[in-house]
Structure formats: C-alpha cells, structure tokens
C-alpha cells in the first residue's frame, strides 16, 4: 500500500487538515535524515521523520501505514514517538506558563464598578 506523506501526517493526525500538512512540507517543516521532504513522498515503515508543527517538534517513527484518518487512540498505534525528552519539558513548562488572560473560577461576574474600571482601562 502506498500513501503521500502529507496523507499520512493527516491520517496520524499530527495535522488537523491535509492541506496543513502540505503546507509544512511545502515550507520544509518535514524532514528525512536533515533534508525536507515533498508532500509527493511515498510513506515507507521504518523511516523517521522530524516534523515541526505550530504546537511543538515532534521525531516520528513509522511502524505502520494508514491511508484514512482514524481516531486518535489507533492513530498512535501507527507511529512511534521518539521526540527527545528535553523538547517535551519545553512544552510542559510553556503549557504551565501560559496564562490565557481569564478570571479565575469561583470569582464570578465582575460587579458594576469593577465593568466600569476594566472598560475605562481597556478604553471601550
């Protein structure tokens, strides 16, 4: 069975459409021992690829090929990570710091004078 690679990035769900995918490998974020990847390439079990996705930087080993998408828990049957552990304690950290800029829970509606402070300061 042959499959695209940009077909196979979707399928494992590494990407949320085909057309994310190809735009990856169209921008060289998919690489094959160091070098970048066409969207063209035929998917062969045993090769590792380096793929930088907005999220984070992953290094996938194919041990199977899908030609549709599937859910996510037979997705990961079909590749095995082997992104380096000090990339995934980047992205802990960054996920732990991130603050999105919402009211803490428990808080509730601000009151009357608290709408007026945070309108005068945002300036609407």
Wanted: no cysteine; hydrophobic share 35%.
């Amino acid at each position: 069975m042959k499959v695209r690679i940009d077909k196979y990035l979707w399928a494992i769900r590494l990407f949320k459409t085909r057309g994310l995918a190809a735009e990856a490998l169209d921008k060289g974020r998919v690489k094959l021992n160091g070098s970048p990847v066409k969207a063209s390439r035929t998917v062969v079990i045993g090769d590792e690829y380096e793929v930088k996705t907005e999220a984070r930087k992953w290094v996938i080993k194919v041990t199977g090929i899908l030609q549709n998408r599937v859910a996510y828990p037979e997705a990961i049957l079909h590749y095995q990570d082997l992104t380096p552990p000090e990339e995934l304690e980047r992205i802990q950290y960054q996920a732990a710091s991130f603050h999105t800029g919402k009211r803490l829970s428990k808080q509730g509606r601000p009151t009357k004078k608290e709408r007026r402070d945070l309108d005068e300061f945002t300036g609407d």
